[in-house]
């Protein structure tokens, strides 16, 4: 058994839903060396998110996002929705959203890849209106090739 771990930056996005998994595998070239084991993704912030969904519809990660603005929504007209307001409307929307999504994804590795189904990719999940960098910590465990 291996563990392997290693920090690497996402590209600073605006509020939405990002298929990432392309970004993932470049950073990553070493999962090649892997026969078997697990990916472990953890987001190092409160305020985004990682999931496991559709990879192929734009649409599905507009109205991911569409969705989560709904069910927790900024409070715009001030009004005291939320008692944690110093950092902007959009602050602590994000970190209820982060908390409902999760900060982390784990992915079996098969034979040097990720064994995700057809139709599976990773997301960031932004909840924050400025684009901020993000930094993901990748841990692999599994046996070596």
């Known amino acids: 058994m291996s563990f392997f771990q290693k920090s690497f930056t996402l590209v600073p996005q605006p509020r939405g839903s990002y298929l990432i998994t392309p970004h993932v ?9 892997y026969k078997v084991g697990l990916l ?8 985004c998110a990682l999931s496991m969904n559709e990879n192929w519809d734009d649409d599905v990660r507009a109205d991911m996002s569409d969705t989560l ?13 939320y ?16 908390a409902l999504i999760g900060a982390s994804v784990t992915i079996p ?35 070596k090739r």
């Open 69 to 81: 603005d709904r069910i927790v929504p900024e409070d715009k007209t001030g009004k005291g929705l």
């Open 83 to 98: 008692r944690h307001d110093a950092e902007g409307s959009d602050d602590m929307p994000a970190h209820v959203k982060a």
């Open 25 to 33: 595998v470049k950073s990553l070239p070493e999962l090649s060396s």
């Open 40 to 47: 472990n993704l953890f987001i190092q912030h409160t305020s």
């Open 109 to 143: 590795i098969k034979d040097g890849k990720l064994a995700t189904g057809t139709w599976q990719g990773i997301w960031l999940l932004e909840f924050r209106d400025g684009k901020h960098t993000r930094k993901v910590v990748a841990t692999i465990q599994g046996e």
